[in-house]
């Protein structure tokens, strides 16, 4: 998916081939720093927590990047992943009595941060939430224990004590999802996904009197410890607890229409009759609603001010977009915070008006990095939910191009080398099946036309790594109404006419699943040979234009993302399972493997290489992990990929989807994330 483009730097010695080239002649790797050049947005935010005693610390969770950070209220946050294992963030809590210990349930087991999220550690990596859509309220403190309630292994204990972990299960509601914890009157409740249940002597017991025997799907659910216990089903919405008739029973309607599906419910602590409620992030529209009755009457809350500096987004962020989870400030009870799929926003009067936070929260996926070949200020990212943004100052302000073009996941930019005017781009739209969405522009990407075609309806293979979706694009450097496309499913399709006629191109290409950054290559100086990247096939070479193709390498049959050398084409790097490259000198028909320092699990692959177009010893090569495990950074080679160093990043091990270079008078490359958005990396010093 990488357009390669050059930036420069002095070398101190002259070099007469790429082997004479030392890694320690040039850059200190452990120089090596990295700002953030994104913005917010693109990535569901699945929960915040507020410091008991002060209000101006905020931790907020991720689907994709695990915890950011605030001190200062909400104007900027900062990511906070060290030590951390998952990154898909069920809930947040504070410990009720230490504020400096924070508890953090993912995918991958319950953290715990001693330092108020600074750093964290996996406690216990049996407790975990696979799912990634969660309820929101999954863990609850007693005096003595923290409660936590899982999506199919039922409820644990955990112990308070600070000086000492421990946890036991709670059995009896295992294989049942937990959407939310709480105590009333000293029992424990789990609101699930077949009701309410009451832990009492040792057992946990129905407690579903008054809810529906059809509509049983909890939410939601939230107790003051003796005074109001709500749960929220998730079609019929808020119900209270009666205690005299000893039953549940549902609120007033929230309005003269009802939403179809509901989703957080949250109570001010110091006025149990003061609640919030938000419709479920899978209907429209996304409505917030407030009760200062206990659910007797309601009123809608609709003053939502998007800050003026953040970026768009394809909602235009002037509303609610699919709530997560909602908290009251503890110490503060006009203090609110609120987490959606795009933002997070703050109200300071109780709920009535919302500011949108959004500095430092990269929740962004980055599929593609383009740098404008003419222009090396302008910046091309293609992003899943958002599709393309465009920066014009290198980072610092980023605006949505997507006029013409269908919402959905931009997958690949690319700019023509005869006319940087005219581009392509690649979407796969949220919904719609069966066609290949490419769009052309003749206007820098200020508008697009439709250019796409349909696939022809097959069932695909039931494997895991097939999806059948679009992956890769790639202009001929000689024609540039010459386009390939590239699908992990459907294979190569190519037009000779700008788009208006487009056609499989898959004789000979065996495993038609092409995946990963530049997944499909042209040869520059050849444009009737490309190469090819394959799931289970591995690399496949066309010497003419597409029309067959011939396996080069399978005794590799996995392999991601590629480069060609731009001093020498004939040369191919190709990135592979466990932390490997295949290199060849010969386009393919030779090859030697060379295996990244450390080690070198299964899961872990390396993902995207990008090779300096100007200094061809200095290569990039992004790791990605494929079960939402830490994946293992950046690493870089400056002999040419013969060696290879880590590169020490104080950033959450989230895969790396791609890395380009950026013509800049500093050796800085550009590092797309898969939920940390962008961020600019620069060596800071030289050995010598």
């Not at 699945?46 to 931790?59: F, G």
């Not at 915890?67 to 947040?92: M, P, Q």
């Not at 104080?650 to 989807?657: Q, R």
Request: include cysteine; proline fraction near 6%; aromatic fraction near 10%.
């Amino acid at each position: 998916m990488m357009h390669l483009i050059c930036f420069f730097f002095p070398l101190l010695l002259a070099l007469s081939s790429v082997s004479a080239v030392k890694a320690k002649s040039l850059w200190d790797v452990n120089s090596f720093d990295v700002v953030p050049c994104g913005y917010g947005g693109g990535g569901r935010f699945t929960a915040v927590a507020i410091d008991p005693n002060d209000p101006q610390t905020i931790l907020v969770g991720s689907d994709v990047a695990g915890v950011f950070k605030t001190e200062n209220g909400g104007d900027s946050f900062s990511l906070k992943g060290r030590g951390l294992e998952g990154f898909v963030v069920a809930d947040i809590t504070f410990h009720p009595t230490s504020a400096r210990h924070v508890y953090l349930l993912t995918n991958k087991g319950l953290h715990i941060s001693d330092d108020k999220g600074e750093t964290w550690r996996n406690a216990a990596p049996a407790i975990r939430y696979g799912s990634r859509y969660c309820g929101s309220t999954q863990m609850v403190a007693s005096r003595k224990s923290l409660w936590v309630g899982t999506d199919n292994q039922g409820v644990f204990q955990v112990s308070l004590d600070t000086s000492r972990f421990s946890s036991s299960p709670v059995p009896g509601l295992e294989k049942v999802k937990v959407n939310g914890l709480t105590i009333f009157k000293g029992h424990l409740y789990a609101g699930t996904s077949r009701g309410v249940y009451r832990h009492k002597n040792g057992r946990w017991e129905p407690y579903n009197r008054g809810i529906s025997t059809l509509k049983k799907e909890i939410v939601d659910i939230a107790a003051h410890h003796r005074k109001r216990f709500y749960v929220t089903e998730k079609t019929a919405g808020l119900h209270v607890w009666n205690e005299t008739a000893e039953q549940w029973e549902k609120s007033a309607p929230v309005g003269p229409k009802i939403p179809k599906a509901f989703m957080a419910t949250v109570f001010q602590p110091r006025n149990p009759d003061k609640l919030l409620l938000s419709t479920h992030p899978k209907t429209w529209p996304h409505v917030l609603f407030m009760t200062d009755t206990g659910g007797k009457s309601w009123n809608r809350l609709t003053r939502f001010h998007p800050s003026p500096t953040a970026a768009e987004n394809w909602s235009n962020a002037r509303t609610l977009n699919a709530v997560e989870e909602i908290a009251f400030s503890p110490s503060d009870p006009q203090q609110l915070c609120l987490a959606d799929w795009w933002n997070v926003w703050k109200s300071t009067n109780g709920g009535q008006d919302w500011s949108q936070l959004h500095k430092g929260l990269q929740n962004t996926v980055v599929c593609d990095i383009k740098v404008h070949p003419e222009n090396t200020d302008k910046i091309f990212l293609c992003l899943a939910d958002n599709g393309l943004m465009v920066s014009e100052d290198a980072g610092k302000t980023w605006k949505r191009k997507m006029s013409g073009a269908v919402d959905g996941h931009a997958f690949e930019i690319e700019i023509s080398r005869r006319n940087p005017s005219k581009m392509y781009l690649l979407v796969n739209a949220w919904d719609t099946k069966k066609k290949v969405f490419v769009y052309k522009s003749l206007s820098g990407g200020e508008t697009w036309e439709d250019v796409g075609f349909s696939v022809p309806y097959q069932s695909l293979p039931k494997l895991g790594y097939v999806n059948g979706q679009a992956t890769n694009l790639e202009i001929d450097p000689v024609s540039d109404d010459t386009v390939y496309v590239g699908t992990n499913g459907y294979g190569v399709y190519k037009t000779v006419n700008g788009g208006r006629q487009w056609n499989a191109v898959n004789h000979g290409l065996a495993t038609p699943y092409i995946f990963g950054a530049d997944g499909l290559l042209i040869h520059p100086r050849k444009p009737r040979t490309l190469f090819a990247s394959t799931l289970a096939g591995g690399v496949y070479k066309s010497t003419n234009g597409a029309r067959t193709w011939k396996a080069l390498y399978k005794k590799q049959p996995f392999t991601y993302g590629m480069a060609l050398d731009p001093a020498n084409s004939s040369r191919i790097l190709v990135c592979c399972p466990r932390k490997k490259l295949i290199i060849s000198s010969d386009e393919g028909n030779t090859w030697k493997e060379v295996h990244l320092p450390g080690k070198a699990p299964r899961h872990i692959s390396c993902s995207s290489v990008a090779i300096h177009p100007q200094h061809p010893h200095l290569v990039y090569v992004g790791t990605l992990a494929h079960n939402y495990s830490p994946a293992d950074g950046l690493f870089v080679s400056q002999d040419g990929g013969k060696t290879f160093s880590k590169v020490p990043l104080d950033l959450p091990g989230v895969n790396i989807l791609d890395v380009a270079v950026q013509k800049r008078s500093d050796p800085s490359v550009l590092i797309g994330y898969s939920g940390l958005g962008i961020f600019r990396g620069t060596f800071k010093r030289k050995l010598y």
